[in-house]
Each structure stands twice: as C-alpha cells, then as structure tokens.
C-alpha cells in the first residue's frame, strides 16, 4: 500500500464544474502539500496546511488530520486548471517528503 | 528569473555513459532537494541537503549516483554508468531551513538513456 494516495486517478470536468479530489496518507505527518504540475513538468506550490482549511482565489484546501484526508476543490473550473495535481506530505520529522502519484484533470471548453 | 534553475534540460546519453545535472536553488534557500520522476508517477524523493550537508538519501539512491552542493549553493547530481531504467525526469527543488516551508521546484532535467 502506498503511504500516499489519490483519487481519482484521472477526471474530465466541463468548465464551470466545481471539482474535488482526494487525498489519504497512511503516515503520521507535519504537513500536507497540494502541487500542480503542468504539461512540460513544471510543478507549482498551491498550499501547505497541517489543520483546517485554506482558500486562494478559486482554490480551496482541506484537511483532516483525525481522518488522514485531505481534498484539493476548484470552483468554476476553467480549462487552464488542466493539470496534473498532486498531494505530497511531509512526515513527521518535517523532512522527508512522499508524493502521490497524482490526479490528471481535464477541464473542456 | 530569480527561480529555481537546473541544467540541462534535456539529455540523451547512451547506457553506460555517465550524466552529470546541476540545479542552482533560490538563492536565500538553503535546502535543496533532488526528485525523481518517471512518466505517470509523481515524484520520488532522492536526498536533500541543508546549506553543503546531505541530510538524507533515499534507498532509490544507489551508488551510481552522486549528490554534491560543495559551497552550499548549487547542486550537482551525477548518474555513472547510466542504465535505461535511469531514464526519467530529475526535479530539484529549495526551500528555506524553516520546517514544512514550501518547496519551490525547477524545471527539471529530462533524461533518456538509449
């Protein structure tokens, strides 16, 4: 079982749609990221949160530590979310840092 | 561009031959992390340093591959006798020495080894 896992796997949503993606971690952790990762490799910072909920524009993190799962939710989804996402998390030390494999969205027109 | 840069950012090599990847952090960051990543994965943790110290390596790190960061500044990541299992992306990323600060990653270097 892999300490750090996402779903789904892969989604299609039409633009506007309020989308959700899922992360659960098998680790005890200091903190949890959400990543996106464009076409081309470049991968991008989106939150850090290690309780509660953060918010930045149309972007909204979640976290629950009790349930080990958090959830990445994009209101008024555009096609330039179209991305690979990805949640990684921090282990307890605050130094080793496990990805998870990632969640490809799609976002038509 | 004050960001993360890494050099080259593509390379072809033949098995066998050996690779070197140089990643030059943001300068005020003095943690500095080397991933890896193959098509369809997210990222691998490879080994990090703390200013020229490496704190950690990985067991996906064998002793083909060599990380340095001599002054504490860039990093070199060297891989010898490349094989095609080595073919992937190598991401390098930095961060400041407080705890959990996010990492802010590079471009990466592609790799395939023929």
């Known amino acids: 079982k892999n300490e750090v896992e996402q779903s789904p796997q892969n989604l299609t949503a039409q633009e506007g749609e309020f989308i959700t993606i899922n992360c659960s971690y098998s680790?005890?952790?200091?903190?949890l990221h959400w990543l996106q990762q464009h076409p081309g490799g470049g991968i991008v910072s989106l939150f850090m949160?290690?309780?509660g909920k953060k918010k930045h524009g149309r972007l909204i993190a979640t976290i629950n530590i009790q349930e080990k799962h958090s959830s990445l939710h994009i209101t008024a989804s555009h096609p330039r979310d179209s991305a690979v996402y990805i949640c990684?998390?921090?282990?307890?030390?605050?130094?080793?840092?496990?990805f998870g494999p990632g969640t490809r969205l799609s976002v038509l027109p | 561009d004050t960001g993360v840069s890494q050099n080259p950012r593509h390379k072809i090599t033949k098995r066998g031959q050996n690779v070197t990847f140089r990643c030059d952090p943001i300068?005020?960051?003095?943690?500095l992390y080397w991933y890896r990543q193959t098509l369809g994965q997210g990222p691998e943790f490879l080994t990090y340093?703390?200013?020229?110290?490496?704190?950690?390596k990985s067991r996906l790190l064998s002793d083909r591959f060599s990380a340095e960061r001599p002054k504490g500044s860039f990093s070199t990541l060297e891989i010898q006798r490349t094989e095609q299992g080595d073919s992937a992306m190598y991401l390098c990323?930095?961060?400041?020495?407080?705890?959990?600060?996010?990492?802010?990653f590079g471009p990466g270097t592609r790799l395939l080894v023929l």
């Open positions: 990323a930095s961060s400041l020495v407080v705890r959990e600060e996010t990492q802010y």
């Open positions: 680790v005890g952790i200091s903190a």
């Open positions: 949160l290690s309780s």
């Open positions: 990684a998390v921090y282990d307890n030390y605050g130094q080793n840092f496990v």
């Open positions: 300068s005020e960051h003095n943690r």
């Open positions: 340093f703390q200013n020229e110290a490496q704190l950690e």
